[in-house]
């Protein structure tokens, strides 16, 4: 019998949901969801179609005591919702600098959900970040309102590959100072 890990990472309570550790238990709905092509056109790193066993790898890198990126649930059930609404991740690239990341589920789509486990994140704060950056693809002018309304400030334009798409993505960097 497989047990989860425990990971040293925090609890986030926002008003509708919690920010809580991955469980191997997410896997169904991790792979239900992330196999909407929609959404993975909408992320770097979500290749389409998602292959056998892409989302065991990615609970297990996230329940690694050696991770460079905290990863949270948006879990839903306090407030009579959806175990899984989505993912959010901090990713640490370099002492006091993190970068955001987060997709939501398609039934979750234009709900706020988005915003608010973003601000829930900075408020929190658990890396102890002094600059939080996260950058968005630009035909998803959704997400870059989700970073401007809480508080990111455009830095300028870039350019990331998309697995899904195989093909680089014109994207729009922010960042948010923390100090």
């Known amino acids: 019998m497989m047990h989860d890990t425990i990971v040293n990472q925090p609890v986030i309570e926002s008003q509708r949901f919690d920010l ?7 896997q169904g709905l991790i792979d239900h969801y992330a196999s909407d092509r929609q959404l993975a056109r909408m992320t770097s790193v979500i290749p389409h179609p998602l292959p056998p066993g892409a989302t ?6 996230s329940l690694n005591a050696q991770r460079i990126a905290d990863v949270w649930a948006m879990d839903g059930t306090k407030d ?28 979750y789509w234009n709900t706020g959900i988005a915003s608010e486990a973003v ?11 002094k600059t939080m950056y996260a950058s968005v693809f630009q035909d998803n002018p959704a ?3 989700v970073l401007t309304n809480s508080g990111f ?19 729009w960097t922010y960042s948010l100072k923390l100090d």
């Open 20 to 26: 809580r550790s991955l469980r191997r238990s997410d």
């Open 143 to 145: 997400s870059a309102r």
């Open 80 to 107: 009579n919702a959806a175990e899984l609404m989505g993912i959010i991740s901090l990713d640490r690239i370099d002492d006091g600098k993190s970068e955001i990341g987060y997709w939501v589920a398609p039934p």
């Open 119 to 129: 601000r829930a994140l900075i408020a929190k704060n658990p890396l102890q970040s």
């Open 56 to 61: 065991d790898a990615f609970i297990a890198r």
């Open 153 to 171: 400030q455009y830095l300028g334009d870039a350019e990331t590959f998309s697995v899904a798409r195989n093909a680089p993505v014109p994207t």
